[in-house]
Structure formats: structure tokens, C-alpha cells
């Protein structure tokens, strides 16, 4: 069962915009990762941030992560058309051997 | 990071056939999973794939459909047996690595199955 839910569903912004997006989650977690998926092909490693840590910075985007709220948030600063794919955030269950569980995902279009 | 390669990255088959899937990754790697993702949505875990032993299956998922093999730790693959046109899916293999617990997975780029 899907543990991570994601909003929005779906985000339009312009080019050069911001873009947020969230993920909430039910259980406690070792760490939650954000990955890219493009047109239905791989996914793409983005970040990962420990359940230690708060905020993560890495090029464009932004990680926050909030264990008391069970939810994060991925930034990604000044849009690009390239942007445009489906985001999804991952968590490692504590009680788990490392196996991860999805969020439901945002899709993202930046027009350019 | 480790790069992960599948094949095949696409096949068409016919109902009652099975297809197996190779995912060769380029180190070795403490742990090893298959997931699925159904069109139009997030991916879900099938098993982790146990170096010499048996796969850990998640909730609604056997072995009889979805046996899986890992003879060493770069290598690995999954069969779905018996196929029907809801097995029409995109398979993923991931790989894990890190330390302290901090398991970074990194992803194939997936293999799409359309199942007639």
C-alpha cells in the first residue's frame, strides 16, 4: 500500500516560476527520497534527506522535511521546460529492510 | 552512484506467456527490488531480491507469478509468468547503497510489458 501522498496531483506554472510540491507520509521513517520520472521511464535519484535533518539544498531544488508532521517538500527554483516530468517522493519505513514506498506523485508541465 | 541497466526495455506478448527480465547493475550492491508501475501510476514493490536465497514478496505478490533470481550482487531478474493483459506495467529494478542505514536507491530505466 502506497504510504506517501502527494500534492498537488498535477501543476502548471510558467517558466522561470517556482514550483512546490508536497508529500505526506503515515510512519516513522529512516529517510525520504524525491526522485523524476519522464514519460513513463526510469526514475531519476534527485535527493534524499535523513530523518536528522531538516532542510536540503541541492542546485534548484529545495527539501524540507518535517517529522512531526510526517510531511516534506520539494522546491525546485526558476523552472525550465526540461523540468516538465512526474515527481514522487519515497520513504524508508523504519520498520522496514530499506524497501521504499511511493507517493502517488505530481505531474508537472512548465510551458515555455 | 550505481547505473543500472534492464532488457528487454520493451516487449509485446501474448496472453498465457511468460517474460523475464534482466537487471545487471554496474557495482556490487547490498540490496536489489523489483517494482511495478501500472499505467498511470506510482510505483509499487513486488519483492527484494535476496542474494542466494529466496525473494521477500510483498502483500499480493507470489512466487508462482513473479519468481525471481539473484545469483550474485549485481545481478538479478524477474519473471511474470502466465501473463494477462492486466500485467501490462512498466518493471523497475533498484538498487541500493549507502551507509549508516542511509540507503540510497538508485533505478533501471525500466522494462514496458504489453501483455495482448
Known amino acids: 500500500s502506497q504510504q506517501g501522498e502527494e500534492d498537488p496531483q498535477a501543476l502548471s506554472i510558467q517558466e522561470g516560476e517556482n514550483a512546490t510540491m508536497n508529500c505526506s507520509y503515515k510512519?516513522?521513517?529512516?529517510?525520504l527520497q524525491w526522485y523524476r520520472q519522464n514519460s513513463g521511464r526510469g526514475l531519476v535519484h534527485l535527493i534524499l534527506i535523513r530523518s536528522n535533518e531538516r532542510e536540503k539544498h541541492s542546485g534548484r531544488l529545495r527539501v524540507t522535511l518535517d517529522t512531526s508532521k510526517k510531511s516534506s517538500s520539494l522546491l525546485i527554483t526558476a523552472s525550465r521546460a526540461a523540468d516538465t516530468a512526474s515527481y514522487f517522493c519515497a520513504t524508508d519505513p523504519m520498520d522496514s529492510s530499506y524497501k521504499l514506498i511511493f507517493g502517488s506523485g505530481t505531474r508537472l508541465l512548465v510551458r515555455p | 552512484s550505481a547505473v543500472i541497466s534492464q532488457k528487454p526495455s520493451r516487449d509485446i506478448c501474448q496472453r498465457g506467456t511468460s517474460l523475464t527480465i534482466q537487471c545487471q547493475v554496474d557495482s556490487q550492491v547490498t540490496m536489489m527490488f523489483w517494482y511495478r508501475q501500472q499505467p498511470g501510476q506510482s510505483l509499487t514493490l513486488i519483492a527484494t531480491a535476496n542474494q542466494g536465497s529466496e525473494a521477500t514478496y510483498e502483500s499480493g505478490f507470489v512466487i508462482d507469478k513473479f519468481p525471481i533470481s539473484r545469483p550474485n550482487l549485481t545481478f538479478s531478474t524477474l519473471t511474470v509468468s502466465n501473463m494477462s493483459p492486466e500485467d501490462s506495467s512498466i518493471y523497475l529494478c533498484s538498487a541500493g547503497q549507502g551507509d549508516n542505514g542511509q540507503e540510497t536507491q538508485y533505478f533501471g530505466p525500466g522494462t514496458r510489458l504489453l501483455v495482448l
Open positions: 510512519t516513522s521513517i529512516n529517510n
